[in-house]
C-alpha cells in the first residue's frame, strides 16, 4: 500500500505523457512563419505537474496578443488543451486503474 501511495503521488510518467500530447497538439496549431514557433514547443512532466512552454520569446505576444500593437490573441496552446482534454483525462484514469491493480494485487 505505501508503494502505491508513493507512486500516486509521483505522477511523473502520466504528466509526461500529457505533457508531450497536449505539446503535439499545441504545435499543430501554432501559427507558423518559419516553423520556429512550431518547433519550439515542448512538453515535460514533473511529478506534480504537466508542463507545454514555447521557447521563442514571442510566443506569449503569439498566444496572448498585444492589444496596444494591434496583434489578435492566439491561444493554440490552450486550444490544444481544451480540444484533448479527453485524452488526458483517459491518460490519468488509465494510471489510477494500474495503480488500484497493483494495490488489489499486493494484498
Known amino acids: 500500500m505505501d508503494s502505491a501511495v508513493r507512486e500516486l503521488e509521483d505522477l511523473t510518467r502520466t504528466n509526461r505523457e500529457v ?46 496578443g498585444v492589444p496596444s500593437r ?6 493554440f496552446i490552450s486550444a490544444a488543451m481544451v480540444a484533448d482534454e479527453e485524452t488526458f483525462k483517459r491518460l490519468y484514469l488509465r494510471r489510477l486503474e494500474e495503480l488500484t491493480k497493483d494495490m488489489a494485487n499486493s494484498t
Not at 70 to 75: E, K, R, T
Open 70 to 75: 494591434g496583434v489578435a490573441p492566439n491561444p
Open 19 to 64: 505533457a508531450q500530447s497536449a505539446a503535439r497538439g499545441a504545435a499543430s496549431r501554432a501559427p507558423v512563419r518559419t516553423g520556429a514557433l512550431r518547433g519550439s514547443i515542448t512538453g515535460t512532466g514533473s511529478g506534480e505537474r504537466a508542463t507545454v512552454r514555447a521557447g521563442v520569446p514571442y510566443a506569449g505576444p503569439v498566444h496572448w
